[in-house]
């Protein structure tokens, strides 16, 4: 974090200081564009941590792969507690193969059967998932 | 779909629903709770196959059990009755192994 303490700088009268947000992020590092909605820079963590990923993920588009090996594109429109997932503009990987869901555009998908969530290259902040997991490791 | 992650924004939609064992059900979504257990009413089920087109089976009125289901997705009906299924063919969706 940036030192935001202003010193006094008698030559500069207009220096604009930097103001510190009151509530300073968990994990400074994390940059993640929000496409709809407002960056969100807090993250409450200890709630539970992947639902807490998942949620800064919402409006990205992921694919979601299920135990019975189908696999979905589409937006991330919100996921809960139990990781179920909810997308949106949803497309069957393999539709030739599966056109089961052919005239399903959003869809809610069950925590329980997912296998796999791809996720956007520009969405995963490796460091902090380690940072994070390893924080959850000693309890907090 | 608004809302949050349940199913509110589905109840009085028709949906189609994918089980644990690979079936594919449509029906109006009439309820919901915690666990995604559903009610759906004028149901029936979709059965694909290799050797013949979509057949429909006619179900009724049924509640499945929430461990059951795969997913849950909102029937877009224009896009849907625009598709001829008595002229697809696939092979049945494989079941969920845990």
Known sequence: ?140 | MSGGPGLESLVDHTISVITNDGRNIVGILKGFDQATNIILDESHERVFSTKEGVQQLVLGLYIIRGDNISIVGELDEDLDSSLDWSKMRAHPLKPVIH
């Not at chain 1, 300073?24 to 539970?48: D, F, G, K, V, Y």
């Not at chain 1, 555009?105 to 069950?110: G, K, P, S, V």
């Open chain 1, 1 to 140: 974090m940036e030192k935001t303490q202003a010193k006094p700088d008698s030559a500069a009268g207009n220096v604009d200081y930097k103001v510190t947000p009151s509530k300073e992020p968990l994990l400074p590092h994390l940059r993640l564009p929000a496409p709809t909605s407002a960056t969100i820079t807090h993250i409450n963590w200890s709630s539970s941590l992947f639902f807490s990923y998942f949620k800064e993920l919402v409006g990205r588009e992921v694919t979601v792969e299920l135990k019975n090996d189908l696999a979905i594109r589409g937006t991330l429109h919100s996921v809960d507690q139990y990781l179920n997932i909810k997308l949106e503009n949803t497309r069957v990987v393999d539709q030739d193969k599966y056109p089961h869901m052919l005239s399903v555009r959003n869809c809610f998908i069950r925590g329980s059967v997912v296998r796999y969530v791809q996720l956007p290259p520009e969405g995963v902040d490796v460091e902090l998932l380690h940072d994070a997991t390893r924080r959850e490791a000693r309890g907090g």
